[in-house]
């Protein structure tokens, strides 16, 4: 079962990073002067309390975290989860659909392709929405390691 689960995750991994690179389109021309690195939204619950957004770079130095397992989430149009805090420490690949955050900075929209590193477990938390037309559908990556960094890891 255990190696299951390490094909699902490797699976659901390379589908999202790779439909990340395909939302792209036109822009993803490989160049050393165009090129953006792949950009997730860590989610992380600050010395106030409240959960803030910030820009991590997704590469070679980023940091790793053992998965545990993997969830599929479909959420309908319109469908809202009022404010609180992620279960559990994990990744989350948008698939398709519209979704939306709200934290202390105001609303994040997470268009398909993006991935965010959901970090807040304490504290106030953030609402969810799905404000696209379609369903949302989303693999969720639970860590092994569940202790909670606080404060930003990322360059602002």
């Known amino acids: 079962m ?15 990073f790779g439909l990340g690179w395909a939302a792209k389109g036109d822009e993803a021309v490989v160049s050393a002067q165009a090129f953006k690195p792949f950009m997730m939204k860590r989610i992380y619950t600050g010395d106030d309390g409240l959960s803030h957004v910030e820009q991590v770079e997704l590469n070679a130095q980023s940091v790793l975290e053992k998965v545990t397992g ?13 404010w609180h805090v992620g279960p559990t420490r994990r990744y989350i690949i948008n698939l398709t659909g519209g979704g939306q955050l709200e934290v202390a900075e105001g609303k994040v929209d997470l268009s398909p392709g993006t991935v965010e590193y959901i970090d807040d477990l304490t504290g106030k938390g953030h609402t969810t929405a799905n404000v696209g037309q ?7 990556l639970q860590f092994e390691d569940q202790q909670q960094i606080i404060g930003p890891i990322g360059q602002k």
Do not use: N, W, Y
């Not at 379609?134 to 969720?140: A, L, Y």
């Open 70 to 82: 993997a969830v599929v989430s479909v959420s309908q149009p319109g469908s809202f989860s009022d």
């Open 2 to 16: 255990k190696s299951m689960t390490k094909v699902l995750v490797a699976g659901a991994l390379v589908t999202g």
């Open 134 to 140: 379609e369903p949302r559908v989303s693999i969720h």
